[in-house]
């Protein structure tokens, strides 16, 4: 069975501040995509990124970075010089298999990250 | 280019009452899954769906919700007899199979 855990529930921060939002994940298949997703306050789901476990090369866009490690079962994302637009729960999600098989996300319970003026 | 399409937005139901829930995949994209999320709780899986074919409901309560996404038209969640406890967000998200799963802005379903 696969698992995901984000241990922090909740973080504020001022602006400006960089803050990273952990992801653990369990799973025995070798093949498997790991994924973020933003739910600002306005409540719809917001796609963000997704990594195969083929590849371990951190991702930066913007204020955006990533950092897989496969040796701590990780996928972490952190936000540079945060802003208030930021505020929202994060989901990190895993699938495992290949093609057509198992295609659903196991979702993490959510971080929702305060961001103040 | 059209998201994925939900509606109604906001539904509220007395209990007794069915809920049908619809969603519009995005253009291209054959694959839907149906997603609940429960108040103070995460995603939970509920269904995947390819057209006219169920391919894993691992996740949908045995009785009273069903699933279908005909050959024409938007796939289908219904929930009959509806009770407070399935109050909820109930979000469609659609693929082209093993890829990124985009997601509606899903439906918020009060039962009173």
């Known amino acids: 069975a696969q698992k995901v855990t984000q241990a922090q529930t909740e973080i504020s921060v001022v602006e400006k501040e960089d803050v990273t939002l952990d992801c653990v994940y369990e799973t025995r298949d070798t093949t498997y995509y790991l994924f973020w997703y933003k739910q600002p306050p306005s409540g719809e789901l917001v796609f963000l990124i997704r990594r195969n476990s083929f590849d371990e090369q951190n991702e930066i866009s913007g204020r955006y970075s990533w950092n897989f490690q496969k040796s701590t079962s990780s996928f972490n994302f952190t936000i540079t010089a945060s802003q208030v637009v930021d505020s929202a729960v994060y989901f990190c999600?895993?699938?495992?298999?290949?093609?057509?098989?198992?295609?659903?996300?196991?979702f993490g319970k959510g971080i929702t990250l305060s961001v103040r003026p | 280019n059209a998201g994925v399409m939900q509606n109604p937005r906001h539904l509220v139901r007395r209990r007794g009452q069915e809920a049908r829930l619809r969603c519009s995949p995005m253009k291209g994209h054959s694959h839907v899954y149906w997603y609940r999320q429960l108040p103070e709780e995460g995603l939970k899986f509920m269904v995947y769906?390819?057209?006219?074919?169920?391919?894993?409901e691992s996740g949908m309560p045995k009785e009273r919700f069903s699933a279908e996404f005909p050959k024409e038209g938007p796939s289908i969640l219904r929930i009959q007899q509806v009770v407070r406890g399935d109050s909820a967000a109930y979000f469609c998200a659609s693929d082209r199979g093993q890829e990124t799963q985009y997601f509606g802005p899903g439906t918020r379903l009060l039962v009173l």
């Open positions: 999600a895993l699938s495992v298999g290949k093609y057509g098989a198992n295609s659903k996300l196991t």
């Open positions: 769906l390819q057209k006219e074919n169920i391919i894993d």
